[in-house]
């Protein structure tokens, strides 16, 4: 029958892909039926895994704007009646939630650009510049990405208690400097430019930080774009940490640990809960709808690594 | 190339390397030679700390609370990987096309990934609530007297386990579609000239030449896999009666609720281990099955 | 007024003391002489000497007080700061949920708040932990208190808190409820059997209506055995509650979920689940604690109360808050201040009993009086009733880990069904190896 789920083949009324498939003439008759099905059947399935995909997001968006009632009725309706706000007032009420969100921009923002200028500093130095045990220290770094932080929380907590940064922005941000991953990416980016450029410039008298604002960096603006969607989503997503390091009081508290402390209030009110979660990624989810295609791309891209 | 040599230099890759190194040693290096240090200690974080050399890993071995975060560590990890990579693997195979519109769909698979597992996990749970969750409704119209999903105590890591699976599907299928796009297409029509069937193109040209993608992922869901928390702590908290702890569960936990630091960070360390032999053991095995065309 | 009732009380009051007492000499240490402790108050920093004219700060984190009592608070809070004007206080609140992990990331973290509320199961972990500072004896009028409730926040002969108050847990009803079903009202004399019997009668599951609610947990569990007739501990500190009682206990409690009250998969884990039902008059019988009083009252719920229903002998909850310092305060004079106006001013007294605010610890008759006139609930006097029979929570140094043990075993009977004998014999075994 129709191979929609399987390699494309040749007979689609479009080439897909670059190598895949071939331009065909559309025929008219019999084949042409069977390829229209196939058209139809593709996104019939496709329409289909939207919904699984999608589909939640949108429950999740209703069931923010049902009453107490209406949440619970069985068999479930489709859109609330009546509709409602109170969930986000209520949510509101419980916690600040406003202050988690500016929590959650600052620290994303703030943790992004510093990891952004740590790592492409040091890929700089890893791909640019010739020093003894260089390949060592670098083997150092990417045997760090196997240290998940999962394993060092105690430790980082007790340091963060010793320099008296416990419950603060600070402890929330510094640990997230750290970004093995970014240099190893920028240095794949760095290495990937001739080194007559960097001749060319020392010549003419620039030194190192030159070469690295001036000629560099303009080069590998795809990369860093890349860098920086990844950390900024990592961060703003991050939990355990700032789960840890916020126990003590609301005040530091991002959006992912403020939506648990909801549900610790909430428990099954999922209306309520789930007005919070709306409120927790609707800032990410328009950050992606205007980024969607470099974030799409950047993961790709790292796939290919 | 050119560039000082000596001193200079060294001031030079000081000033570049430096933060990063700084940042690195201080908190993920030193951490984790501090996680040492702890696990061989009894400490609560107030008083002084008691050494005790291995007998933190004594009782770890006898600790039936561990063993159990552990099976459940690796009962997710089986549980989640082949749905994650069948999943991805069908959804990058949908939308390997040039279809008008497919870049909007992709978008839309993608979607589940860059929200965060605290929502996901607060989603599912609100689906797969036992009285009155989408899930069970719907298994109900065709029959199925859906289960207690995360209050039941069969039921628990299962949900957590469909939960995570949907979010990451899209991940997978984007790395599987850039796999899929740099297929030789002439390899497709050799097979098709020697008559073979589209599952058997599926099986012995895409998969095989997917290998690097499927290894890739297989690489990374492992190592994330071993560390699972976000969605466990918000969705069950290891239970119900303790069915669904993982070992980064038990960590927090032995830290923070019962102030056993030294312990938890002896587990820890057993983690740490457990993901660096298998991640090696992966890398090793990359020869056998990955192949790189 | 009523010459008896007060009489009652007073010997009611003497019971709980003679409980404490019991239990006091179980857990505390064998060096308890009950003299004074020694050592003045020493404090790091030379500036905070008595009758100093710095403004200091004091920071006192509670879970009593919200959400019903923050006014309380407040008004014992200005009381204070206006008999001593060089001192402020810095109340935090948290939610009994969050409290205590907050707490203890406080504490670790170094950033402990100088005064704050522990209960009496949790008193000595922190006792032991090395966190609490000794109040030493600087200026506590201990007569104040029931001596030997002053013993429940000692440790080793150290006093390291006062104890602030007492609550017990009660019978709470639904006289509408009662009525409707044409019910009679529980009585003193009930045992668990009239307990079904009623609860069964006034379950509606289908219209969401409830008979009983109970909740299936440690606390429960340990006074649900003594009202079996069974012990938790026995005298060498062995675990004791797999005996034939607590059997019997497990089995009542964890057979009423999906029967007179919601199953655990409909509560779910949230918290004020059964407030909430009760509040909404869908719930005929809640055991809860006298806390609750205040938002009844203002839900408008038309309720009264009673002693617990008994089985082989009656036992009630009774509960023991105590305020307490930090080991590393830096004002540790102010600190102790503070802790003795907060357990036992007169302020302190008349505000808590007038709002119902759980009951101070203070071995003063009269002050009760007042607090059995205010209605509703209409049978205040069951509150001091219960204190004829007090099941206090076992206490160990490992606290959290056993709530947990016999939590979770618990959970596995309700929902897996498992053979109760052998999970209560596993998780003694577990509570053993504890300590």
């Known amino acids: 029958m129709a191979d929609l789920a399987l390699a494309p083949t040749p007979t689609d009324t479009e080439p897909s892909g670059g190598s895949i498939g071939r331009a065909d003439q559309p025929l008219p008759g019999w084949s042409g039926y069977r390829r229209r099905a196939r058209l139809v059947g593709r996104y019939t399935v496709m329409v289909a895994c939207a919904v699984l995909m999608v589909g939640p997001f949108v429950w999740m968006v209703l069931a923010a704007l049902r009453t107490d009632a209406d949440i619970r009725s069985v068999p479930p309706t489709l859109f609330p009646d009546p509709v409602t706000g109170e969930n986000f007032t209520r949510v509101t009420e419980a916690f600040d939630f406003w202050r988690f969100t500016a929590n959650s921009i600052g620290i994303a923002i703030a943790s992004t650009i510093l990891q952004l200028a740590t790592a492409t500093a040091a890929a700089y130095a890893f791909a640019r510049i010739q020093f003894k045990g260089r390949n060592l220290l670098f083997a150092l770094y990417l045997a760090t990405m196997m240290i998940p932080l999962q394993v060092v929380i105690v430790p980082l907590f007790i340091e963060m208690r010793n320099l008296g940064l416990v419950d603060s922005y600070a402890a929330l941000l510094l640990p997230t400097i750290v970004s093995s991953f970014g240099t190893f990416l920028m240095r794949q980016a760095f290495l990937g430019l001739p080194s007559e450029l960097d001749e060319a410039a020392f010549i003419d008298g620039a030194n190192h930080f030159q070469v690295f604002t001036k000629v560099l960096l303009p080069l590998v603006k795809p990369a860093l774009a890349t860098f920086a969607v990844f950390a900024f989503m990592a961060t703003w997503n991050s939990f355990l940490w700032p789960l840890v390091i916020t126990q003590a009081s609301d005040r530091h508290v991002t959006l992912p640990v403020g939506l648990s402390r909801l549900n610790g209030r909430f428990g099954t009110d999922w209306n309520v809960v789930m007005a919070g979660s709306v409120i927790s990624i609707a800032p990410i989810v328009v950050f992606y709808a205007f980024t969607q295609r470099w974030v799409i791309r950047s993961v790709a891209y790292t796939g290919m690594k | ?293 | 007024m009523n010459t008896s009732r007060n009489h009652r009380t007073g010997h009611r009051l003497a019971a709980l003391a003679a409980a404490l007492a019991l239990v006091a000499g179980a857990c505390g240490s064998d060096d308890d002489t009950g003299d004074s402790p020694a050592a003045g108050t020493e404090t790091t920093d030379g500036s905070d000497t008595s009758g100093s004219d710095e403004e200091v700060t004091i920071s006192y984190f509670t879970f009593s007080a919200a959400p019903d009592h923050l006014e309380d608070l407040d008004a014992i809070i200005a009381a204070f700061e206006e008999e001593n004007p060089n001192i402020n206080i810095e109340p935090q609140t948290a939610s009994y949920d969050d409290y205590f992990t907050s707490l203890q990331t406080q504490i670790a973290g170094g950033t402990a708040p100088d005064t704050f509320e522990l209960n009496y199961e949790n008193f000595v972990t922190y006792a032991r932990s090395g966190a609490l500072l000794d109040l030493g004896s600087a200026g506590i009028d201990t007569a104040r208190y029931y001596p030997l409730a002053l013993e429940g926040f000692q440790d080793g002969g150290t006093q390291y808190g006062l104890p602030a108050t007492f609550s017990d847990v009660v019978l709470i009803y639904n006289t509408a409820l009662f009525d409707e079903a044409g019910l009679d009202y529980p009585s003193p004399d009930w045992t668990w059997d009239d307990y079904l019997v009623a609860a069964e009668a006034l379950t509606d599951a289908d219209a969401g209506v409830y008979g009983g609610f109970q909740p299936v947990s440690f606390f429960e569990f340990y006074k649900s055995l003594a009202q079996a007739g069974g012990e938790f501990f026995d005298a060498d500190g062995n675990a004791t509650f797999n005996s034939e009682a607590g059997v019997a206990a497990a089995e009542w409690l964890t057979s009423k979920p999906g029967t007179v009250m919601p199953t655990l998969a409909d509560i779910g884990g949230t918290p004020d689940f059964d407030t909430n039902l009760f509040q909404s008059g869908k719930l005929a019988m809640w055991h809860n604690g006298i806390w609750q009083f205040n938002g009844l009252n203002e839900s408008g719920v038309a309720y009264d109360i009673e002693v617990e229903p008994g089985m082989a002998q009656q036992a009630n909850a009774v509960f023991m808050n105590g305020v307490v310092a930090s080991a590393d305060t830096e004002h540790a004079e102010a600190a102790a201040k503070w802790i003795e106006f907060f357990a036992s001013s007169p302020t302190t007294v008349d505000t808590r009993l007038a709002s119902s605010w759980e009951l101070p610890a203070v071995d003063d008759e009269a002050a009760f009086a007042s607090y059995l006139e205010i209605t509703p609930p209409q049978n205040r006097q069951a509150v001091i009733a219960a204190l004829d029979n007090i099941a206090l929570p076992p206490v160990i140094e490992r606290q959290a880990e056993m709530q947990e043990i016999v939590g979770q075993a618990l959970e596995r009977i309700v929902l897996d069904g498992a053979d109760i004998q052998s999970t209560l014999d596993d998780a003694a075994a577990e509570v053993d190896a504890l300590r």
């Open chain 2, 1 to 293: 190339m050119v560039g000082q040599t000596g001193v200079k230099k060294a001031l030079w890759v000081s000033a570049f390397l430096g933060p990063s190194l700084l940042a690195l040693l201080a908190f993920s290096i030193g951490p984790m030679v501090g996680t040492l240090w702890v696990s061989l200690q009894d400490w609560n974080l107030i008083r002084d700390a008691e050494f005790i050399g291995l007998d933190n890993y004594r009782e770890l071995w006898g600790d039936e609370d561990f063993h159990r975060a552990l099976r459940n560590t690796l009962y997710y990890l089986v549980g989640y990987l082949p749905l994650a990579l069948v999943g991805g693997l069908g959804l990058a195979l949908l939308v390997n096309s040039k279809l008008k519109g497919v870049a909007v769909f992709r978008a839309m698979y993608f979607l589940p990934v860059v929200t965060s597992w605290v929502v996901v996990a607060l989603l599912w749970k609100w689906l797969l609530n036992p009285s009155d969750g989408l899930v069970n409704w719907l298994l109900g119209l065709v029959g199925i007297d859906g289960p207690g999903w995360w209050t039941s105590r069969t039921w628990a890591m299962p949900s957590v386990i469909l939960a995570s699976a949907w979010k990451d599907l899209g991940f997978v299928m984007i790395i599987l579609l850039a796999g899929l796009q740099s297929i030789d297409e002439s390899l497709y029509e050799a097979a098709k000239i020697d008559g073979a069937g589209a599952w058997q193109r599926l099986r012995s040209i895409t998969i095989p030449m997917l290998t690097p993608s499927l290894f890739f992922v297989t690489v990374i869901s492992l190592i994330n896999g071993f560390q699972v928390f976000d969605q466990v702590w918000v969705m069950t908290d290891g239970g119900p009666a303790g069915s669904s702890t993982v070992v980064v569960e038990q960590i927090v936990k032995n830290t923070f609720t019962f102030g056993r630091a030294g312990y938890a960070s002896a587990m820890s360390v057993v983690l740490f281990v457990i993901i660096l032999v298998v991640t090696a053991l992966q890398l090793r095995m990359q020869k056998r099955w990955v192949f790189y065309g």
